[in-house]
């Protein structure tokens, strides 16, 4: 079965600083990993998505992920956080299950940058 | 071009009545998904259609149901109505079925109040 986790709730960081969003994935076969923003009251907007090619995906807003194989990992990175960052952010995979093309979702992670 | 689009924004029901959520897709989009958020939650994934199909459906009880219409807009209905109904009810739309670049856009969602 495919599985994604979020294992951190909330992540605080300071304005400027780096941040990292964690998420782990299970999938069998070849994984299709995405990440997700939602800010309040709003749908989710697209950030960046993995298929294949090299590990290191940029997105949107300055945001990039880094696709790990052997530790079944897709962490979401920012070099400098802003406060506009701050949303809950959702790790999805995609891949065939019984037929379809859905996507599974993380719990989701809260991102907090501090001024 | 318009994105995703889902009516009503907001929707407060009783126990026991039956409500609709419809949904239009992107332009060129064939593929309707539908999630539910709960509060908290990252989405459940409820069904997917595709050129009119169902082609999935996540682990929801019969009193979900959906069709898509021939210019590929969606209805999501939800009969016997439960308090844990109660969610944010979001619409996604595709290219295609399949493929690797089938990134989903979502709607900015309904928020369905269950009374």
């Known amino acids: 079965a495919q599985s994604v986790a979020q294992p951190e709730d909330q992540v605080n960081v300071a304005e400027g600083n780096p941040l990292t969003v964690k998420c782990t994935y299970s999938?069998?076969?070849?994984?299709?990993l995405f990440w997700y923003v939602q800010y309040p009251n709003r749908g989710l907007q697209f950030l960046l998505k993995?298929?294949?090619?090299?590990?290191l995906v940029k997105g949107s807003y300055g945001f990039e992920a880094e696709f790990n194989k052997s530790q079944t990992s897709f962490h979401l990175k920012k070099p400098s956080a802003l406060v506009s960052d701050s949303a809950l952010y959702f790790c999805?995979?995609?891949?065939?299950?019984?037929?379809?093309?859905?996507?599974?979702f993380g719990t989701g992670t809260r991102l907090k940058v501090l001024a | 071009d318009a994105g995703v689009t889902q009516s009503p924004t907001h929707l407060i029901k009783t126990r026991g009545q039956q409500v609709t959520l419809r949904c239009s897709p992107i332009s060129g989009h064939k593929s309707v998904s539908w999630y539910q958020q709960v509060l908290g939650q990252g989405p459940q994934f409820i069904f997917q259609y595709y050129e009119k199909e169902e082609r999935g459906r996540g682990n929801f009880p019969d009193r979900f149901s959906a069709r898509q219409f021939p210019n590929y807009s969606s209805e999501l209905n939800v009969n016997a109505l439960l308090l844990g109904d109660s969610a944010l009810y979001l619409c996604a739309s595709s290219l295609a079925l399949a493929g690797a670049s089938n990134e989903q856009f979502f709607g900015p969602g309904t928020r369905l109040t269950v009374l």
């Open positions: 999805a995979v995609r891949g065939p299950t019984s037929g379809t093309y859905k996507y599974i």
């Open positions: 993995y298929i294949t090619g090299d590990n």
């Open positions: 999938v069998s076969g070849n994984p299709y």
